[in-house]
T-cell receptor
Framework: AQSVAQPEDQVNVAEGNPLTVKCTYS??????LFWYVQYPNRGLQFLLK??????LVKGSYGFEAEFNKSQTSFHLKKPSALVSDSALYFC????????????FGAGTRLAVHP | DVKVTQSSRYLVKRTGEKVFLECVQD?????MFWYRQDPGLGLRLIYF???????EKGDIPEGYSVSREKKERFSLILESASTNQTSMYLC????????????FGEGSRLTVL
Protein backbone atom coordinates (compact mmCIF):
# COMPACT_ATOMS: atom_id res chain seq x y z
CA ALA A 1 0.00 0.00 0.00
CA GLN A 2 1.16 3.50 -0.72
CA SER A 3 1.74 5.77 2.23
CA VAL A 4 3.42 8.93 3.39
CA ALA A 5 4.91 9.60 6.82
CA GLN A 6 5.82 12.91 8.39
CA PRO A 7 7.65 11.92 11.57
CA GLU A 8 7.52 15.32 13.27
CA ASP A 9 4.31 16.91 14.50
CA GLN A 10 6.06 20.25 14.92
CA VAL A 11 9.34 21.84 13.89
CA ASN A 12 10.65 24.95 15.65
CA VAL A 13 13.21 27.16 13.95
CA ALA A 14 14.67 30.57 14.63
CA GLU A 15 14.22 33.18 11.92
CA GLY A 16 17.20 33.23 9.56
CA ASN A 17 18.18 29.63 10.29
CA PRO A 18 17.79 26.82 7.75
CA LEU A 19 14.75 24.62 8.08
CA THR A 20 13.97 21.02 7.19
CA VAL A 21 10.59 19.33 7.28
CA LYS A 22 10.88 15.57 6.88
CA CYS A 23 8.85 13.20 4.73
CA THR A 24 9.27 9.52 3.91
CA TYR A 25 7.17 7.52 1.51
CA SER A 26 6.27 4.00 0.53
CA UNK A 27 5.13 3.36 -3.03
CA UNK A 28 5.33 0.71 -5.67
CA UNK A 29 7.02 1.95 -8.79
CA UNK A 30 8.31 5.44 -9.37
CA UNK A 31 7.03 7.98 -6.86
CA UNK A 32 5.33 11.23 -7.71
CA LEU A 33 5.85 13.42 -4.63
CA PHE A 34 4.47 16.80 -3.58
CA TRP A 35 4.58 19.42 -0.86
CA TYR A 36 1.66 21.62 0.07
CA VAL A 37 1.37 24.41 2.65
CA GLN A 38 -1.66 25.51 4.64
CA TYR A 39 -1.81 28.91 6.31
CA PRO A 40 -4.30 29.43 9.16
CA ASN A 41 -7.94 29.23 8.09
CA ARG A 42 -6.99 28.65 4.48
CA GLY A 43 -6.97 25.79 2.02
CA LEU A 44 -3.80 24.06 0.90
CA GLN A 45 -1.44 25.63 -1.61
CA PHE A 46 0.85 23.68 -3.93
CA LEU A 47 4.57 24.30 -3.23
CA LEU A 48 6.53 21.91 -5.42
CA LYS A 49 6.64 18.46 -6.94
CA UNK A 50 9.05 15.72 -7.95
CA UNK A 51 8.14 13.63 -10.97
CA UNK A 52 11.47 12.74 -12.51
CA UNK A 53 14.88 14.23 -13.20
CA UNK A 54 17.01 16.30 -10.84
CA UNK A 55 16.76 15.17 -7.23
CA LEU A 56 16.68 18.76 -5.97
CA VAL A 57 13.40 20.42 -6.80
CA LYS A 58 12.78 24.15 -6.38
CA GLY A 59 9.39 25.56 -5.60
CA SER A 60 7.49 28.60 -4.42
CA TYR A 61 8.56 31.05 -1.68
CA GLY A 62 12.20 29.88 -1.74
CA PHE A 63 11.44 26.31 -0.73
CA GLU A 64 13.16 23.30 -2.20
CA ALA A 65 12.96 19.57 -1.64
CA GLU A 66 15.45 16.78 -2.02
CA PHE A 67 14.38 13.42 -3.38
CA ASN A 68 16.41 10.50 -2.05
CA LYS A 69 15.42 7.19 -3.58
CA SER A 70 17.64 4.99 -1.39
CA GLN A 71 16.21 6.51 1.80
CA THR A 72 12.69 6.89 0.33
CA SER A 73 12.62 10.46 1.55
CA PHE A 74 11.49 13.80 0.19
CA HIS A 75 12.48 16.43 2.76
CA LEU A 76 11.41 20.04 2.40
CA LYS A 77 14.10 22.66 2.96
CA LYS A 78 14.71 26.36 3.01
CA PRO A 79 18.09 28.03 3.58
CA SER A 80 16.79 30.90 5.71
CA ALA A 81 13.44 30.71 7.50
CA LEU A 82 11.01 33.62 7.78
CA VAL A 83 8.38 34.16 10.47
CA SER A 84 5.84 34.21 7.64
CA ASP A 85 6.79 30.61 6.79
CA SER A 86 4.98 29.48 9.93
CA ALA A 87 2.23 27.17 8.70
CA LEU A 88 1.16 23.55 8.37
CA TYR A 89 3.07 21.58 5.75
CA PHE A 90 1.84 18.43 4.05
CA CYS A 91 3.77 15.89 2.03
CA UNK A 92 1.80 13.84 -0.51
CA UNK A 93 2.26 11.02 -2.98
CA UNK A 94 0.18 10.34 -6.05
CA UNK A 95 -1.71 7.09 -6.08
CA UNK A 96 -1.06 4.86 -9.06
CA UNK A 97 -3.97 4.64 -11.46
CA UNK A 98 -4.24 8.27 -12.43
CA UNK A 99 -6.89 10.89 -11.75
CA UNK A 100 -4.43 12.85 -9.62
CA UNK A 101 -5.48 11.10 -6.44
CA UNK A 102 -3.07 12.06 -3.67
CA UNK A 103 -2.35 10.47 -0.30
CA PHE A 104 -1.32 13.06 2.27
CA GLY A 105 0.81 12.79 5.35
CA ALA A 106 -0.49 13.90 8.74
CA GLY A 107 1.16 17.28 8.42
CA THR A 108 3.98 19.08 10.23
CA ARG A 109 3.48 22.41 11.91
CA LEU A 110 6.39 24.76 11.31
CA ALA A 111 6.89 27.51 13.87
CA VAL A 112 9.50 30.14 13.02
CA HIS A 113 10.42 32.33 15.99
CA PRO A 114 11.76 35.89 15.66
CA ASP B 1 -6.08 33.17 -10.66
CA VAL B 2 -7.68 29.80 -10.20
CA LYS B 3 -10.53 29.96 -7.78
CA VAL B 4 -12.15 27.10 -5.92
CA THR B 5 -15.08 28.37 -3.91
CA GLN B 6 -16.77 26.49 -1.12
CA SER B 7 -20.20 27.85 -0.35
CA SER B 8 -20.03 27.75 3.45
CA ARG B 9 -17.01 28.42 5.65
CA TYR B 10 -18.75 27.41 8.88
CA LEU B 11 -21.81 25.25 9.45
CA VAL B 12 -23.46 23.92 12.59
CA LYS B 13 -25.94 21.10 12.13
CA ARG B 14 -27.79 18.66 14.34
CA THR B 15 -27.45 14.90 14.33
CA GLY B 16 -29.61 13.36 11.62
CA GLU B 17 -29.84 16.47 9.46
CA LYS B 18 -29.02 16.35 5.77
CA VAL B 19 -26.03 18.50 4.88
CA PHE B 20 -24.96 19.84 1.50
CA LEU B 21 -21.48 21.19 0.90
CA GLU B 22 -21.05 22.95 -2.42
CA CYS B 23 -17.86 23.53 -4.37
CA VAL B 24 -17.40 25.51 -7.58
CA GLN B 25 -14.23 25.92 -9.64
CA ASP B 26 -13.70 28.39 -12.46
CA UNK B 27 -10.78 26.84 -14.36
CA UNK B 28 -12.50 24.15 -16.41
CA UNK B 29 -10.74 21.42 -14.43
CA UNK B 30 -11.73 17.84 -15.20
CA UNK B 31 -10.96 16.43 -11.76
CA MET B 32 -12.61 17.42 -8.52
CA PHE B 33 -12.09 16.03 -5.04
CA TRP B 34 -13.54 16.11 -1.55
CA TYR B 35 -11.13 15.63 1.35
CA ARG B 36 -11.69 15.60 5.05
CA GLN B 37 -9.01 17.13 7.32
CA ASP B 38 -8.63 16.08 10.95
CA PRO B 39 -5.74 16.90 13.32
CA GLY B 40 -3.11 14.19 13.33
CA LEU B 41 -4.70 12.40 10.39
CA GLY B 42 -3.92 14.81 7.60
CA LEU B 43 -6.24 14.80 4.61
CA ARG B 44 -8.28 11.77 3.70
CA LEU B 45 -10.05 11.41 0.36
CA ILE B 46 -13.81 10.95 0.54
CA TYR B 47 -14.83 10.99 -3.14
CA PHE B 48 -13.50 12.29 -6.39
CA UNK B 49 -14.87 12.91 -9.86
CA UNK B 50 -13.00 12.88 -13.16
CA UNK B 51 -15.86 14.02 -15.36
CA UNK B 52 -19.46 15.18 -15.24
CA UNK B 53 -21.71 12.56 -13.64
CA UNK B 54 -18.67 10.35 -12.93
CA UNK B 55 -17.62 9.63 -9.39
CA GLU B 56 -15.28 7.29 -7.57
CA LYS B 57 -15.04 6.39 -3.90
CA GLY B 58 -11.99 7.50 -2.02
CA ASP B 59 -10.65 6.05 1.20
CA ILE B 60 -13.50 7.03 3.55
CA PRO B 61 -16.77 7.25 1.56
CA GLU B 62 -19.04 5.78 4.23
CA GLY B 63 -21.77 8.20 5.27
CA TYR B 64 -21.18 10.49 2.28
CA SER B 65 -22.40 10.83 -1.28
CA VAL B 66 -21.54 13.25 -4.07
CA SER B 67 -23.06 14.83 -7.12
CA ARG B 68 -21.48 16.35 -10.21
CA GLU B 69 -24.13 17.50 -12.64
CA LYS B 70 -22.00 20.28 -14.14
CA LYS B 71 -18.27 20.36 -14.77
CA GLU B 72 -17.63 23.30 -12.47
CA ARG B 73 -19.65 22.08 -9.48
CA PHE B 74 -19.06 19.18 -7.11
CA SER B 75 -21.32 18.67 -4.11
CA LEU B 76 -20.75 16.60 -1.01
CA ILE B 77 -23.84 15.29 0.74
CA LEU B 78 -24.18 13.94 4.25
CA GLU B 79 -27.50 12.12 4.20
CA SER B 80 -27.81 11.94 7.98
CA ALA B 81 -25.12 13.85 9.78
CA SER B 82 -23.45 12.28 12.79
CA THR B 83 -21.14 13.75 15.41
CA ASN B 84 -18.15 11.84 14.03
CA GLN B 85 -18.52 13.81 10.82
CA THR B 86 -17.55 16.99 12.62
CA SER B 87 -14.50 18.06 10.64
CA MET B 88 -12.94 20.42 8.12
CA TYR B 89 -13.96 19.57 4.56
CA LEU B 90 -11.73 20.63 1.69
CA CYS B 91 -12.67 20.67 -1.97
CA UNK B 92 -9.97 20.58 -4.65
CA UNK B 93 -9.77 20.52 -8.41
CA UNK B 94 -7.13 19.86 -11.05
CA UNK B 95 -6.48 19.39 -14.72
CA UNK B 96 -6.28 15.75 -15.66
CA UNK B 97 -2.90 16.38 -17.27
CA UNK B 98 -1.18 18.35 -14.50
CA UNK B 99 0.21 15.74 -12.18
CA UNK B 100 -0.44 16.41 -8.54
CA UNK B 101 -1.19 20.10 -8.76
CA UNK B 102 -4.45 20.42 -6.93
CA UNK B 103 -6.13 23.74 -6.23
CA PHE B 104 -7.97 23.85 -2.93
CA GLY B 105 -10.86 25.84 -1.60
CA GLU B 106 -10.62 27.50 1.80
CA GLY B 107 -12.54 24.75 3.53
CA SER B 108 -15.87 24.24 5.23
CA ARG B 109 -15.78 23.63 8.95
CA LEU B 110 -18.75 21.48 9.90
CA THR B 111 -19.85 20.94 13.49
CA VAL B 112 -22.51 18.31 14.14
CA LEU B 113 -24.19 18.58 17.53
Amino acid sequence: AQSVAQPEDQVNVAEGNPLTVKCTYSVSGNPYLFWYVQYPNRGLQFLLKYITGDNLVKGSYGFEAEFNKSQTSFHLKKPSALVSDSALYFCAVRVSGGYNKLIFGAGTRLAVHP
Amino acid sequence: DVKVTQSSRYLVKRTGEKVFLECVQDMDHENMFWYRQDPGLGLRLIYFSYDVKMKEKGDIPEGYSVSREKKERFSLILESASTNQTSMYLCASSFRSRTGELFFGEGSRLTVL
